[in-house]
């Protein structure tokens, strides 16, 4: 089995909301195939095609393509013009340079800076004292962006040797191990993205012919990350999708990554997660995947996800979300 794509964690969803009036909230989620009540449950999770339906729905319908997260609004086609700024730019370098001095035009909140520091190239996402209080989603995604933008400029995934932010550890600090392709570290004094050097000499490949179908994956292609070699638990979540039903022990996943159980357990610590929450999210993703997406019984889905009976399934399923199997099975008629 497929490692599966990791699911969207609702305060995610939530900072996108925030824009938008309670009626505008309801709709726009059941439309998406979210259903609403899911919107107050702290753990709950949507998946990667839910979130992108909310996002685009939400930015047609408040003329924001960050919705409701900067002080003001990124009006329907920032996006593209931000991305013909940087075609004809001979190499990344001189890319990422005008990706700050757009942003630097139409928003007060922040400067994005970008450098060659030796070895390493970084964009750092500098607040602005005197401007509105960036939130940790929006530094965030604006990293995201930075780095999605870059790789689909060069056509190719750019590792990260590390994220780091300002703020202090989030209660789910593996959610964001699915969102930056290395290591994400958190209570630093700056907030930023880095990276092997060599990428800002390299040339730019996409043409303008390129630009309509990387603006209708918005956002897939600059949210969202493949799994990576480079990321131990990005490794292990294979293994785990791989083996199930049978959920795989520390044990066998340790010996087919030629590692011993205490490097893994290192490594994955040092990465800011552990072997068992890897465990439990993989069988949550599948899990969330197939009832929204399928029609499968309970008992199957429970058995495939390594779980001899559906009262069991149940059980951890509450754990993980907060909710029940039935509340993601909700269909809506929009």
């Not at 290591?183 to 800002?200: C, E, H, K, Q, S």
Request: aromatic content about 8%; charged content about 20%; glycine content about 6%.
């Amino acid at each position: 089995m497929a490692p599966p794509p990791a699911t969207v964690p609702i305060s995610i969803v939530n900072g996108f909301l925030s824009g938008a009036d309670r009626a505008a909230v309801v709709r726009l989620a059941e439309h998406s195939g979210i259903p609403h009540e899911l919107l107050g449950i702290p753990a709950a999770r949507v998946t990667q095609e839910q979130f992108s339906t909310l996002y685009r729905l939400l930015a047609m319908e408040l003329d924001d393509e960050m919705p409701g997260v900067f002080a003001r609004p990124l009006r329907n086609g920032t996006l593209k013009f931000l991305c013909l700024s940087l075609l004809d730019a001979p190499r990344l370098e001189v890319a990422l340079h005008r990706f700050g001095q757009f942003f630097h035009l139409i928003l007060d909140d922040f400067q994005l800076v970008s450098r060659r520091d030796g070895p390493h190239g970084t964009v750092e996402f500098a607040a602005n004292p005197g401007g509105p209080q960036a939130s940790a989603l929006a530094r965030e995604l604006m990293l995201k962006l930075v780095h999605g933008v870059a790789s689909w400029l060069i056509r190719e995934k750019i590792p990260l040797i590390e994220a780091v932010f300002q703020f202090q550890r989030p209660p789910q600090p593996s959610d964001l191990l699915y969102l930056f392709p290395g290591p994400v570290r958190f209570g630093r004094d700056r907030t930023l993205i880095a990276f092997d050097a060599a990428y800002l000499d390299r040339p730019i490949r996409q043409r303008k012919s390129d630009l309509n179908a990387f603006l209708q994956r918005a956002p897939e292609d600059w949210i969202f990350v493949s799994f990576t070699e480079e990321v131990v638990c990005h490794r292990v979540r294979q293994c785990i999708a791989g083996g199930l039903p049978t959920t795989p022990t520390v044990d066998a996943v340790a010996q087919q990554l030629h590692y011993s159980v205490r490097t893994l357990c290192r490594r994955l610590e040092a990465e800011g997660t552990t072997f068992q929450a890897i465990k439990d999210e993989v069988r949550r993703d599948i899990a969330i995947q197939r009832l929204t997406r399928s029609d499968d019984a309970l008992a199957t889905i429970a058995y495939d996800v390594g779980f001899d009976n559906p009262t069991a399934f149940h059980r951890a399923f509450r754990h993980w979300t907060g909710s029940t199997p039935a509340a993601y099975r909700q269909r809506t008629d929009g």
